[in-house]
């Protein structure tokens, strides 16, 4: 164990010496904050094996743990994903969040802020372990003219530099949602893209929302409550993607017709008035769950260009993706993942 802590802490500060040379203090301060949160979940981790032996160790927790067991054996020995240690261990949040991301794009052009990093380039996110830390880089974007949006997260990827480990929100998810999220961030782990977060992360929504359906399917049948509800929930989400990567289209049109000329307050009052219009149209999008639209944005802030930034990036190409699974693996996801693995070696 204080080897592999010790050889982590070594890997860590060569980046950071690495980006002291290189950039400002405060980007060495950022992944200084990234690294220490890093090394503490993975420090305070524990082997899943060693947690089911806890005392006491309440029911529910015991079954989802043995669930993401066999949903990891599922990603490996039936999807073909490349076989790994992630999610061997478990985090005990203790009921707190963990990480925030901070997305941001133009104001009147739906264009992303990047951001460069060691190991993975460039990036359209910032990820942070407090959310004081978050808050405070997305009002220096908004005093820099971007619109920006704070998400809290309950997983993520290290791309083989760590054992990523279950977090213990995780366990809260209904089985199709968490065997969609560990096979979504496996995925990365086989198939990964340096510098094209769009096409990694599309790819691997549409790998983690196709392998839940296979396995629910293999396991209770396609006639099942669990196959159903998640398919048809499934079918709610894939409407409301539709509807809003059309409508960001739309708006990036009204972006195209203002003029340096116009003034900013007007921009913004049009801007405005086309992002509630989409907002009060979603209702004539006929989800399965008639309410469902409200669960998207009741009581919630109109959506910003950043919002429209993230939906593109998770969900612009899986249409791309269905076309290809059809074409070249004939609908067999076993195929076309191993088709992509193949294509797109690590």
Request: glycine content about 4%.
């Amino acid at each position: 164990m204080f080897f592999r802590v010790f050889k982590i802490i070594i890997e860590t500060c060569c980046i950071l010496l690495f980006a002291s040379c290189i950039a400002c203090n405060r980007f060495t301060s950022y992944l200084s904050q990234a690294a220490v949160g890093q090394m503490r979940i993975v420090t305070q981790s524990k082997k899943i094996d060693d947690y089911l032996k806890t005392p006491n160790l309440p029911d529910s927790v015991r079954t989802q743990l043995q669930l993401v067991k066999e949903i990891r054996a599922y990603a490996f020995g039936k999807l073909g994903l490349n076989e790994t240690s992630n999610y061997t261990k478990f985090y005990d949040q203790k009921g707190k969040p963990l990480l925030w991301v901070v997305s941001a794009s133009k104001e009147f052009k739906l264009e992303p802020k990047l951001w460069w990093f060691p190991i993975v380039g460039r990036v359209s996110y910032k990820g942070f372990f407090t959310l004081d830390g978050a808050d405070e880089q997305a009002e220096d974007l908004l005093a820099d003219g971007y619109d920006t949006r704070v998400r809290e997260v309950n997983a993520w990827s290290t791309l083989g530099w760590f054992s990523d480990p279950v977090m213990s929100s995780m366990l809260d998810y209904p089985e199709g949602d968490l065997a969609e999220l560990l096979f979504h961030e496996l995925s990365h782990s086989t198939i990964y893209i340096k510098g094209d977060v769009e096409f990694s992360e599309s790819l691997a929504n549409f790998i983690g929302i196709r392998g839940a359906q296979m396995y629910l399917a293999d396991k209770y049948g396609k006639e099942s409550k669990e196959y159903t509800t998640y398919v048809n929930q499934q079918v709610d989400y894939d409407l409301l993607d539709k509807y809003m990567l059309q409508a960001a289209n739309k708006l990036d049109s009204v972006y195209a017709t203002f003029t340096p000329q116009q003034p900013v307050a007007e921009k913004r009052k049009t801007k405005k008035a086309f992002i509630k219009q989409i907002v009060d149209n979603v209702d004539t999008v006929s989800f399965v769950d008639t309410a469902y639209f409200y669960h998207a944005f009741k009581n919630r802030q109109l959506p910003n260009n950043a919002y429209f930034i993230v939906k593109r990036q998770y969900s612009s190409k899986m249409a791309d993706f269905e076309a290809e699974l059809n074409t070249i693996a004939q609908g067999d996801l076993i195929k076309y993942i191993a088709y992509l693995r193949d294509k797109y070696k690590k």
